[in-house]
């Protein structure tokens, strides 16, 4: 219409650093400009690969000094304060918040000059999920923070399912609308598997190049940390090698576990057969690399990394949490129960030994890959910045 406001979308999260949660944004930025909408991205000082990647694309950013991973109600207070004079300088018609730690700024949205509208998208529950084991003193703080923030929330988005049953258990939010989490496949830039093998032997560590044709190669890529789980696959590993001797594991990212694993490998005498090689930019292009994908997480939202080895056609074995289920059409085949180690081997032994299934598994993967196209994901998100 005519004299319709013109969209002016801020998106927002708390750090630069790799993730999920980095590149969800860089690519519905991306889509935004490309769609004429115009869009500004903002995170705190930690982290460059986000700001990279929207200067490739001269997408306009804003670091936020006082915007930071904390458990101190000061540094929040700070922040509030912070966006709000930022806010107030600028006429942005939607806020799009994306990361726990930033939603205080949904105050700052209502009580600055503009009152912007409020989206938050769930992109997780952390600590707050029923799966998270890990003693924690702050639980009932985070508890009380998101039922306190989330009042100055317009329009709640979950992106999977089960974030929003157990969110809805623990009393945060009656109602809320899920928007799956979308990729472009041609951004990928999918690599055929012999090119794949190559070139992530040449970027990974020297450690990698082993011999892909003799190997089942096994692939992961996630954070090293306590929520991916790592510690279950490694240590689970020489029963795997009874039933693949040739197996190879290769697991892609860094984290704070890394020395933690590290002495497992070593321990367990696995360093011809695990392999961690840190950080790779880019990774979804080597994922046709591997034989099955694995994911042995504790808890999770809606991984981008699931999605992209969809795309991949790798038949997958991984946790049955958060919204892996929904990624994978609820396929018994390739889910697990949590920490169920029987049932991983049970699983991970027809996966390994019958190759057909494997690709029968590639080929309802690769169909079912459509429900996450980033298009349908940025339609829904244009009618809520309405």
Not at 25 to 34: E, F, G, N, T, V
Not at 121 to 135: M, Q, R
Not at 370 to 375: D, E, K, Q, W
Request: hydrophobic share 40%; net charge positive.
């Amino acid at each position: 219409m005519a004299n319709e406001t013109p969209k002016n979308i801020f998106l927002l999260c708390t750090q630069a650093d790799i993730g999920g949660v980095q590149i969800f944004i860089r690519d519905l930025a991306r889509d935004l400009k490309s769609r004429g909408i115009l869009v500004t991205v903002g995170f705190g000082p930690k982290g460059d690969f986000l700001a990279n990647e929207l200067r490739k694309l001269n997408i306009p950013y804003v670091r936020f000094k006082r915007l930071k991973r904390s458990h101190n109600p000061l540094i929040n207070l700070a922040f509030i304060s912070e966006f709000k004079h930022f806010l107030n300088k600028n006429n942005f018609t939607t806020i799009h918040i994306n990361s726990s730690n930033a939603l205080t700024a949904a105050m700052a949205a209502k009580k600055c000059k503009t009152k912007p509208q409020t989206i938050f998208t769930v992109h997780g529950l952390s600590l707050l999920d029923e799966n998270y084991k890990k003693a924690n003193r702050f639980k009932s703080f985070y508890l009380f923070y998101f039922k306190f923030f989330l009042k100055y929330i317009d329009k709640l988005i979950f992106i999977s399912q089960e974030n929003q049953t157990q969110a809805q258990k623990l009393n945060l939010c009656q109602e809320g609308q899920i928007i799956y989490n979308g990729l472009e496949p041609k951004n990928i830039g999918l690599l055929g598997h012999h090119e794949a093998q190559r070139h992530l032997s040449s970027v990974a560590n020297p450690a990698l190049h082993l011999n892909w044709i003799d190997s089942f190669s096994i692939g992961s890529v996630g954070r090293l940390s306590y929520q991916k789980n790592y510690d279950f696959l490694i240590n689970l590993f020489p029963k795997i090698l009874h039933i693949i001797p040739n197996a190879k594991l290769i697991i892609i990212g860094e984290g704070e576990d890394r020395v933690k694993l590290q002495e497992m490998i070593k321990t367990k005498q696995l360093e011809k057969s695990v392999f961690l090689t840190g950080e790779i930019i880019a990774s979804a292009k080597y994922l046709s690399a591997f034989d099955l994908f694995v994911l042995p997480s504790r808890y999770e939202g809606l991984p981008l990394t699931l999605i992209e080895a969809l795309f991949a056609g790798l038949p997958m074995l991984v946790t049955k949490v958060g919204g892996n289920a929904e990624i994978l059409n609820d396929s018994a085949d390739q889910m697990y129960k949590l920490n169920d180690k029987e049932n991983f081997l049970k699983k991970f032994k027809n996966l390994a030994q019958h190759k057909m299934h494997r690709e029968y598994l590639s080929q309802q993967n690769k169909k079912h890959s459509s429900a996450f196209l980033l298009s349908k994901m940025v339609d829904r998100y244009l009618n809520l910045y309405q």
